[in-house]
């Protein structure tokens, strides 16, 4: 039993050991810049802003009225340890819980990542700069309990395409991206039990500067919502299938070779 219990832990070291987090998002947030893509007020004074604490980083809805606002919280990703790129897997933790609240208002907390410095939205571009620059997210929505996929590409702007649904945001255990080759990524999430949900793979164009900038998403909706937590974020190897498979293929070994010697 002891030799299956430390090929197990052998695998299970393994995989931590190659994630690598770039940002505990529990300290300072300079390195990051706030831009709005949807202000539905106009200017007016309504947004959307990100603040950390010890618990992590939130998002938060500012200001009035109560209209839809979006907006991304990015930084180049050159400017971390380690650098997010193809054959990567970019993660943060998530500690959102299941909400219920009475009226048709959405919110959505995500991960995400752009081409090289996005666009805010204002005046000369109708307060909506979604269409402007490539960029995508995959985001958490406590209230409708499901897992969403925004992008962006080359103009087409895309916001309800494979929604994953009945999924409560206190099972959500991490958001990924990973980057597949120069210009297809695949987005999901993990659940509490490791289990891996991939929403949409997304294929941009070939002169997309797309992975340039990492960060977040918001799209709150009313005066006073607050969305959070999240922590470490992180960039690991994708996993391998094979590596996956190896390791449960030794536990197996480990257990039929310690159930024998029982006998």
């Not at 831009?35 to 604490?53: H, Q, R, Y």
């Not at 970019?90 to 909400?99: K, Q, R």
Request: glycine share 12%.
């Amino acid at each position: 039993m002891k030799k299956l219990t430390v090929i197990l832990l052998a695998c299970s070291m393994g995989v931590a050991a190659q994630a690598q987090v770039i940002d505990p998002l529990t300290g300072s947030l300079a390195g990051y810049t706030t831009t709005p893509v949807l202000e539905n007020s106009d200017g007016a004074g309504a947004g959307i802003s990100f603040t950390g604490s010890a618990s992590g980083l939130q998002d938060n809805f500012t200001g009035s009225p109560n209209d839809p606002e979006q907006g991304l919280f990015w930084a180049p990703a050159s400017s971390f340890s380690t650098t997010f790129a193809v054959g990567d897997m970019l993660t943060v933790n998530v500690a959102v819980p299941t909400m219920t609240i009475t009226n048709s208002l959405t919110e959505d907390f995500g991960l995400a990542i752009a081409a090289a410095t996005p666009i805010a939205a204002g005046s000369g571009n109708g307060y909506n700069s979604r269409t402007l620059f490539d960029w995508a997210s995959v985001s958490v929505r406590p209230v409708q309990q499901s897992i969403r996929v925004n992008s962006s590409i080359s103009g087409t702007l895309v916001t309800s395409a494979n929604v994953i649904s009945g999924v409560p945001s206190a099972s959500v255990s991490e958001l990924f991206i990973e980057w597949n080759s120069a210009d297809t990524f695949t987005l999901g999430y993990i659940d509490t039990s490791d289990v891996q949900h991939i929403s949409e793979t997304i294929t941009f164009a070939g002169t997309s500067t797309i992975g340039t900038e990492i960060g977040f998403y918001g799209d709150l909706r009313i005066a006073g919502q607050s969305v959070g937590d999240f922590t470490d974020l992180a960039i690991s190897p994708i996993p391998e299938p094979t590596s996956v498979a190896l390791c449960g293929l030794g536990g197996f070994l480990g257990l039929v070779g310690w159930m024998r010697r029982k006998k």
